[in-house]
């Protein structure tokens, strides 16, 4: 009787273990969460050379593994103008660069910081302008970044050569520039184009005074000047002629033009909304077309 008794202990006791076996496997967890990531480098608005390479530093995170990411970089020529600023006769030398790559990550990681030196190399004859730089990343079990919860980054960075227009702007202060209620804001310097022969020349200029627009999705500020701008302004080539004096672009007789003072309504919103920093940005449009972007900081005073 004990013998028998014992058995029958015995296969109960394995009885439970397997229905607590059971139990685990049913409730085992399924992942739905998308990686994260800060992305360091490039930041909004910064500058690379052709010939150089864009540097790229990011961390990713995953609650159970990390699977892939992917850098997509392409340009933004049409960008802010929305189509008003007419194409010039590109010159077939120069190329709008474009990349796209996934990376692997080391199986079994949840974190990765990833730097990349010389990955990302700029042909040197790329086409200077405005260019998206988007990086999107999965994990092991399919789960992907998106633009609609913001969790896949997309910034915009200009990329430079040597035959862009340069814009020189003489009346900063601390490399900066000043606007104050009921003063005409000046810009005073000139717009010049390095290139000779067929592809010579500038034919538009795009002027954008504002809170600048790195902040679609970050610096939603719910006022008034978080979604319009102080100035917009644009030339083509025919309008642009009078402002122009031995092949250069006058900054000072745009201005003039424009005839912008900041008013008192204005300011109060800009204190509301704790801004005390506007951005100045030049678009200058040649004929080889290249778009050489100039980013000023604009100090405003509040008293």
Same mark, same amino acid.
């Given at each position: 009787?004990?013998? /028998? @008794?014992?058995?029958? !202990?015995?296969?109960?006791?394995? %009885?439970? #273990?397997?229905?607590? &076996? *059971?139990?685990?496997?049913?409730?085992?967890?399924?992942d739905t969460s998308a990686p994260t990531i800060e992305l360091e480098d490039p930041a909004f608005g910064e500058s690379f050379s052709a010939?150089?390479?864009?540097?790229?530093?990011?961390?990713?995170?995953?609650?159970?593994?990390?699977?892939?990411?992917?850098?997509?970089?392409?340009?933004?020529?049409?960008?802010?103008?929305?189509?008003?600023?007419?194409?010039?006769?590109?010159?077939?030398?120069?190329?709008?660069?474009?990349?796209?790559?996934?990376?692997?990550?080391?199986?079994?990681?949840? /974190? @990765?910081?990833?730097? !990349?030196?010389?990955?990302?190399? %700029?042909? #040197?004859?790329?086409? &200077? *302008?405005?260019?998206h730089f988007i990086l999107s990343a999965v994990d092991r079990s399919g789960n992907a970044t998106s633009y609609q919860d913001n969790s896949?980054?997309?910034?915009?960075?200009?990329?430079?050569?040597?035959?862009?227009?340069?814009?020189?702007?003489?009346?900063?202060?601390?490399?900066?520039?000043?606007?104050?209620?009921?003063?005409?804001?000046?810009?005073?310097?000139?717009?010049?184009?390095?290139?000779?022969?067929?592809?010579?020349?500038m034919h538009a200029i795009e002027i954008v005074l504002g809170e600048g627009h790195e902040g679609e999705h970050d610096h939603d500020h719910?006022?008034?000047?978080?979604?319009?701008?102080?100035?917009?302004?644009?030339?083509?080539?025919?309008?642009?002629?009078?402002?122009?004096?031995?092949?250069?672009?006058?900054?000072?007789?745009?201005?003039?033009?424009?005839?912008?003072?900041?008013?008192?309504?204005?300011?109060?919103?800009?204190?509301?909304?704790?801004?005390?920093?506007?951005?100045?940005?030049?678009?200058?449009?040649?004929?080889?077309?290249?778009?050489?972007?100039?980013?000023?900081?604009?100090?405003?005073?509040?008293?």
């Amino acid at each position: 009787m004990k013998r /028998n @008794s014992g058995s029958l !202990l015995s296969g109960i006791a394995l %009885i439970c #273990l397997t229905i607590l &076996a *059971g139990c685990d496997n049913g409730s085992e967890t399924v992942d739905t969460s998308a990686p994260t990531i800060e992305l360091e480098d490039p930041a909004f608005g910064e500058s690379f050379s052709a010939g150089n390479s864009v540097h790229f530093e990011a961390a990713f995170t995953d609650d159970i593994e990390l699977g892939a990411y992917k850098i997509d970089i392409h340009n933004n020529f049409d960008g802010h103008s929305h189509g008003r600023i007419a194409k010039s006769t590109e010159d077939p030398a120069l190329i709008k660069w474009s990349f796209s790559q996934s990376f692997d990550f080391d199986a079994g990681l949840k /974190n @990765s910081d990833v730097h !990349l030196h010389d990955e990302l190399e %700029i042909p #040197l004859n790329t086409m &200077a *302008g405005p260019y998206h730089f988007i990086l999107s990343a999965v994990d092991r079990s399919g789960n992907a970044t998106s633009y609609q919860d913001n969790s896949t980054k997309e910034v915009e960075i200009y990329l430079t050569n040597g035959s862009m227009p340069a814009v020189d702007i003489t009346n900063l202060s601390n490399d900066e520039l000043e606007i104050e209620v009921g003063q005409t804001f000046m810009v005073t310097g000139n717009v010049t184009d390095p290139t000779d022969g067929q592809y010579a020349g500038m034919h538009a200029i795009e002027i954008v005074l504002g809170e600048g627009h790195e902040g679609e999705h970050d610096h939603d500020h719910g006022g008034r000047l978080a979604e319009e701008d102080l100035i917009d302004f644009d030339l083509d080539e025919e309008a642009l002629e009078p402002f122009m004096a031995d092949g250069a672009i006058v900054l000072d007789l745009i201005f003039e033009e424009i005839n912008f003072s900041l008013t008192q309504q204005q300011l109060s919103e800009l204190i509301a909304e704790e801004v005390d920093h506007l951005q100045l940005m030049i678009k200058v449009y040649d004929e080889q077309g290249n778009i050489a972007v100039s980013i000023t900081e604009v100090h405003v005073h509040m008293d």
